[in-house]
């Protein structure tokens, strides 16, 4: 079964943290490089963080480098993304996908709010 869940999203204040988490199936996850993306509301979805099979290459949207940082368990086919120092902007839905050409599935994303 083809599968994509996204967990850990929610509502934060300014400055705060948040840690999320993608569980793949394994014909999507299996050595491939995965990303994490996301959609604001009214935009366009767009590219957060990147890693790769063996996790030694990350790469990072300009708008969350040195707040945010993508790591992998691929015994548990999960991806996770640590967001640190997040700001109002960050507000979206969170998607796990593989990169850099997503599949055509998406998971149902998770939600992340940054408010005071």
């Known amino acids: 079964q083809v599968q994509l869940v996204e967990s850990g999203g929610g509502l934060v204040q300014p400055g705060g943290s948040l840690r999320l988490s993608c569980l793949a199936s394994?014909?999507?996850?299996?050595?491939?490089?995965m990303g994490w993306y996301r959609q604001a509301p009214g935009k366009e979805r767009e590219f957060v963080a990147s890693?790769?099979?063996?996790?030694?290459?990350?790469y990072y949207g300009d708008a969350v480098k040195g707040r945010f940082t993508i790591s992998r368990d691929n015994a548990r086919n999960t991806v996770s993304l640590q967001m640190n120092s997040l700001k109002p902007e960050d507000t979206a839905v969170y998607y796990c996908n593989t990169y850099p050409r997503p599949r055509d599935f998406w998971g149902q994303g998770t939600q992340v709010a940054v408010s005071s």
């Open positions: 394994g014909s999507i996850f299996s050595a491939r490089t």
């Open positions: 890693i790769s099979w063996g996790g030694a290459n990350t």
